[in-house]
């Protein structure tokens, strides 16, 4: 096999920096899949797809994410743990060790787009050291037609480097690996790092800031579909909650997996032209039309494969975090363009490890608020180092890494536009039932399923809260029947056969949300504060 060359295309990066010609431009997926073999960084599934492992880290890095301070986000970043201050000076002095280090390199170019909608269009140019990099960046943010590429004009750089290791004394990093974003300059500036998701997630950061600032429109980390009726359902989660699985829906189009625009006029838009799922026990049978999508153009990042190039979604010696990312086309029934409106229902997906939460619960506009702010899931046992047992895991409006502004401006977006909307909102835990994790079990996907359809359907009754029981330890209210789903399963203490042990963890994971929402307090209503759990123990 021949290394692919060049397209026809060419392009410059002097403006950059950079001053060989060594530079692939808008490659095909084919040539950047064929590149990766070749150059010995991958190798080809049997179903296509390219297989490829990024190397020392599995997934984002959050403590080596910065935010350069400067004139444009010094007053209005929500700086902290989350949003780590970059200096400028340290910025430009970095920022030309990459380019010095990319100037040695065969490097691999595309201009992209993220937001489908016209109006919040932001042209990105990614440069990579590598070609499945490039690739990478071809499947998850929106391809230009041939007419929109002549004359592009990039207002956002993504400068990817996976193998320019920093120096954390001398650059003012944490250490070899970073991700600053610069809005000043408008660059994304990636090193030390082969993880993909980083560079979706800079641009998702930036886009996190510039459309509440600049836009008056809410970003949000979220999943969404839309009905044959012209309906939009929103799906807010933190990974492996089911974002993508729940809303990949053979009834319904889907407008995107991950991120995505609420606009002033109800219209809820994709940032990007592709999907990044996780594959972890994926299977044909449970999650078909993602099974589907992984062929030719997909790759599949940090997956076991035998020698006949059969992938082992079961195995996690590398990580839990396997991925697979792919054009949004690899799924037959999308939204095109990716565009909804009449947004009538949102779910709030939780992992809840603990095993107490209602599987499915309809929230008041309070509630909606509270938990959107808290964003809850829970960390199981394996999934990090030191994690023996299931622990609480929040994470502000469901996207705490990827917000630079303070969490209470976006959950008052979003309350503005509940209010505007009139949609029902959801509590959906995807986790254990019959008991915390290691005794119970996972809830059936069959089963989240169902209650989510019900209530697309509007079968739960909505409105008529004599079809539900109000919690007495979370105060939310949870439906007494729903077609397709037992209605033991419905009620997650029925599920225990043990009201001692199960109020006993109820009580304890309560605790857990009012601690966490101290910080929130000073800037939440008192009718929000009460959306929260109202008994706890001591």
Known sequence: ?????????????????????????????????????????????????????????????????????????????????????????????????????????????????????????????????????????????????????VGFDPEWTVVNAPGFLANAQED?????????????????????????????????????????????????????NVGADGDTAIFFGLSGTGKTTLSTDPDRKLIGDDEHGW?????????????????????????????????????????????????????????????????????????????????????????????????????????????FISGYTAKVAGTEAGVVEPQPSFSACFGAPFMPLHPAVYAEMLSNKMQESGVDVWLINTGWTGGPYGVGKRMELKYTRAMISAALRGELGLYNYDNYHIHSVFGVAQPRECPGVPTRVLSPRATWNDDEAYYTTAFKLTNAFRENFKKFEAYASEEIRRGGPQRYAF
């Open 172 to 224: 003012g990093t944490r250490q070899h690996n970073f991700a600053i974003l610069n809005f000043s300059r408008k660059i994304a500036l990636i090193g030390g790092t082969g993880y993909t998701g980083e560079i979706k997630k800079g641009i998702f950061s930036a886009l996190n800031f510039i459309l509440p600032v600049f836009k008056n429109t809410l970003p949000m980390h979220c999943s969404a």
């Open 1 to 149: 096999m021949s290394t692919p060359v060049p397209t026809t295309k060419s392009i410059s990066l002097k403006a950059y920096g950079i001053d060989h010609n060594r530079i692939h431009y808008q490659l095909s997926s084919d040539n950047l899949h064929a590149a990766t073999i070749e150059k010995d960084m991958g190798k080809e599934a049997s179903s296509g797809a390219l297989a490829v492992n990024t190397g020392e880290f599995t997934g984002r890095s959050p403590m080596d994410r910065f935010i350069v301070e400067d004139e444009i986000t010094k007053d209005k970043v929500w700086w902290g743990k989350i949003n780590i201050p970059f200096e400028s000076a340290k910025f430009d002095k970095l920022y030309d060790k990459v380019i010095a280090y990319l100037n040695d390199k065969e490097l691999f170019v595309r201009d992209c787009y993220a937001c489908a909608e016209a109006d919040y269009k932001l042209n990105i140019r990614v440069i990579n050291e590598y070609p499945w990099s490039n690739m990478f960046a071809n499947n998850m943010f929106i391809r230009p037609t041939e007419e929109e590429l």
């Open 263 to 371: 606009t002033a006029n109800n219209s809820v838009f994709n940032f990007e032209g592709g999907c990044y799922a996780k594959v972890i026990d994926l299977s044909k049978e449970k999650e078909p039309e993602i099974y589907g999508a992984i062929k030719k153009g997909a790759i599949l990042e940090n997956v076991i494969m035998d020698e006949n190039g059969e992938v082992d979604f079961n195995n996690t010696s590398i990580t839990q975090n396997t991925r697979v990312s792919y054009p949004i086309r690899h799924i037959e029934n999308i939204q095109i363009p990716s565009i909804g409106k009449n947004v009538k229902n949102i779910f709030f997906l939780t992992a809840d490890a603990f095993g107490v939460l209602p599987p499915i619960s309809k929230l008041t506009p309070a509630q909606a608020a509270y938990h």
